[in-house]
């Protein structure tokens, strides 16, 4: 089993960054595929980028791809979701996941998730 807590979030301005962190404790961390979901006001929990067991590989939604990069530092048991040029349609609560699927990008898919933080883009 393993425990999550992400950090980072907060209010930005549309155009500017944000880098969220998801911090992992119990079972190794390198034995998991890591996941960033979202859920919006009123929206479904959607994908976001997910990144293989070494973080050799990821893959991204449409909707990042090119403005997000999530990366993991695996001696450290985190992993990071760095967010640029940030749009008002990405406020969303980001929810860090872990699972043993890869590539993953269902919910159904991840068997761990923690408790999200709030990300906030003003216009």
């Known amino acids: 089993q393993v425990q999550l807590a992400e950090s980072g979030g907060g209010l930005v301005q549309a155009g500017g960054s944000l880098r969220l962190s998801c911090a992992a404790s119990?079972?190794?961390?390198?034995?998991?595929?890591m996941g960033w979901f979202r859920q919006g006001p009123g929206k479904e929990r959607e994908f976001v980028a997910t990144i293989s067991w070494s973080g050799s590989s990821t893959v991204y939604a449409d909707s990042v791809k090119g403005r997000y990069t999530i990366a993991r530092d695996i001696a450290k048991n985190t992993v990071h979701l760095q967010m640029n040029t940030l749009k008002p349609e990405d406020t969303a609560v980001y929810y860090c996941?872990?699972?043993?699927?890869?590539?993953?990008?269902?919910?159904?898919?991840?068997?761990?998730w923690g408790q999200g933080t709030q990300v906030t883009v003003s216009s």
């Open positions: 996941a872990a699972g043993e699927k890869w590539p993953a990008r269902l919910v159904d898919d991840y068997h761990y």
């Open positions: 119990g079972r190794a961390f390198s034995s998991y595929v």
